[in-house]
């Protein structure tokens, strides 16, 4: 059981923006950086933003992250039907010693 | 371009030891400030992180696995390895190897991942 909680489904027409919450404690996002992960179908992960809100090259600034006290989020505007995915939030966690994923959150474009 | 590969055995009987090794390309496993993980995933359900390990050696491991998990290192052939100990159904995922960047502990580079069924 993930100690880093997210919706399971969010969904949004093409074009409008959606935001996907990833609420944890002050052992992890509290503490430690927030990275974003997407996961295609049938792919592995890819990640997405590291350090609460920065994105690797290659990535689409249609991405954003942001992090506040122990919650984190991850928006994606002008959505387009290739962002049909997965996607999990995760973090060190210092009590665990481990890292955490989140529970994961389906995105569907409508 | 880093590049990481899975590989072993696609299926493994219960109470046996599950044994998978990532081969890396495109760089040293040595070079910079890197970490080398293993991350699993039952078919339908999310991301289950399982340890990680420095090529200084030192580990960390997911406490709920830490009793059955080994994680070691190669720097002669630029791999690392897994070994999961007492497998039962329950260990039946897909399991990725990933790099790891100090800091952020964001896993950057992943491999395609591998199935392992465990059945008799």
């Known amino acids: 059981q993930s100690v880093l909680t997210q919706p399971p489904s969010v969904s949004e027409a093409p074009r409008q923006r959606v935001t996907i919450s990833c609420s944890g404690s002050?052992?992890?996002?509290?503490?430690?950086?927030v990275n974003w992960y997407q996961q295609l179908p049938g792919k592995a992960p890819k990640l997405l933003i590291y350090y609460d809100d920065l994105l690797p090259s290659g990535v689409s600034d249609r991405f954003s992250g942001s992090k506040s006290g122990t919650s984190a989020s991850l928006a994606i505007s002008g959505l387009q039907s290739e962002d049909e995915a997965d996607y999990y939030c995760?973090?060190?966690?210092?009590?665990?010693?481990?890292?955490?994923f989140g529970t994961g959150t389906k995105v569907t474009v409508l | 371009q880093v590049q990481l590969q899975e590989s072993g055995p696609g299926l493994v009987k219960p109470s046996q030891t599950l044994s998978l090794t990532c081969t890396v390309s495109g760089g040293s496993i040595s070079s910079g400030s890197y970490y080398w993980s293993w991350i699993r995933q039952p078919a339908g359900k999310g991301l289950e992180w399982i340890g990680r390990?420095?090529?200084?050696?030192?580990?960390n491991y997911n406490p709920s696995l830490k009793s059955r998990v080994t994680i070691s290192v190669d720097t002669s052939k630029n791999q690392f390895s897994l070994k999961l100990s007492s497998v039962t159904a329950a260990d039946t995922a897909v399991y990725y190897c990933a790099r790891g960047g100090y800091g952020s502990g964001s896993l950057d580079y992943w491999g395609q991942g591998t199935l392992v069924t465990v059945s008799s």
């Open positions: 995760a973090a060190w966690d210092d009590s665990l010693n481990g890292y955490v």
């Open positions: 390990i420095y090529t200084s050696g030192s580990t």
């Open positions: 002050s052992s992890n996002i509290g503490n430690n950086a």
